[in-house]
Nanobody, 126 residues
Framework: VQLQASGGGLVQAGGSLRLSCAASRRTFNMNSWGWFRQAPGKERELVAAISRNGYNTHYADSVKGRFTISRHNAANTVALQMNSLKSEDTAVYYC????????????????????WGQGTLVTVSS
């Protein structure tokens, strides 16, 4: 499964960005998805995750109310809408996918994901 993340860039604090992760149609609907981030000198952490059926989501406490994960089956993409960005959101953001038999499962740790995108850099200036 090849994942292609895009949408990163430089934004001022308080601004918004929308990340997108594209996958092949053959596998998209069979996966749960997650967005992770890794800041310099820090471990990779989960930002948001969504189940295969899109009904269940999970967010890190630090982004609740500001970020929204969504999946768009027609376009085979998963998006991360990031609003009210803060300097501490600066990181490389990665999308990840995992094949699921059950449609309601949400994965919250990095080692549960089989497939990873290449990362896209988000820089928030204060």
């Amino acid at each position: 499964v090849q994942l292609q993340a895009s949408g990163g860039g430089l934004v001022q604090a308080g601004g918004s960005l929308r990340l997108s992760c594209a996958a092949s149609r053959r596998t998209f609907n069979m996966n749960s998805w997650g967005w992770f981030r890794q800041a310099p000198g820090k471990e990779r952490e989960l930002v948001a995750a969504i189940s295969r059926n899109g009904y269940n989501t999970h967010y890190a406490d630090s982004v609740k109310g500001r970020f929204t994960i969504s999946r768009h089956n027609a376009a085979n993409t998963v998006a991360l809408q990031m609003n009210s960005l803060k300097s501490e959101d600066t990181a490389v953001y990665y999308c990840a996918a995992n094949y699921e038999r059950r449609v309601e499962i949400v994965r919250v740790t990095a080692n549960e994901y089989q497939y990873w995108g290449q990362g896209t850099l988000v820089t928030v200036s204060s």
